[in-house]
């Protein structure tokens, strides 16, 4: 079991990149959820936000459980929370994008998201730095992502307000 944790903590390896592994993986996830929903059509929002809530919560486990694979307390092979982080603004734009309030180019959208999340997840305001600073564990390591995904969601979401 701890095999198959640490292959989901890493995100099928891509933890083990040597050069900035959160925002490749932010950049797979974010093209990997792009390609579903807007070139193969897959638009099925409750299962979107089912499957998140089940790899949110499974995440703690397997990060918990992938630790001691890793020196340090915050590893940076461990990328699943960037994959938790990003998917958050991109599940929002699923939301939008069914309810018409997508007024610019959708993957203006997509690009956005991308930028606004790594952004958030690199510079950490507070709540994020609350999380990343306090809680050198398992929750630390996927809260702060998930704070840097909701500053992202809130943007994108006055971003199709305002256009």
Known sequence: MKKINVLLSTFFGYGYLTKIPGTVTSGVTTVFIYIAYEILGYTDLKFSIIFFIILFFYSFYAVKDSESEFKNKDPRQIV???VLGQSMPLILLLY???NNQIN???E???ILSFV???FF???KPFPVSY???NHKN???IIMDDIMAGLYSMILIYLISLKF
């Open 80 to 82: 699943i929370d960037e």
């Open 96 to 98: 939008l994008n069914q």
């Open 104 to 106: 610019i180019s959708i």
């Open 108 to 110: 203006i959208y997509y």
């Open 116 to 118: 606004f999340f790594r």
């Open 121 to 123: 997840d690199i510079l």
């Open 131 to 133: 999380f990343d600073k």
């Open 138 to 140: 398992y929750f630390g």
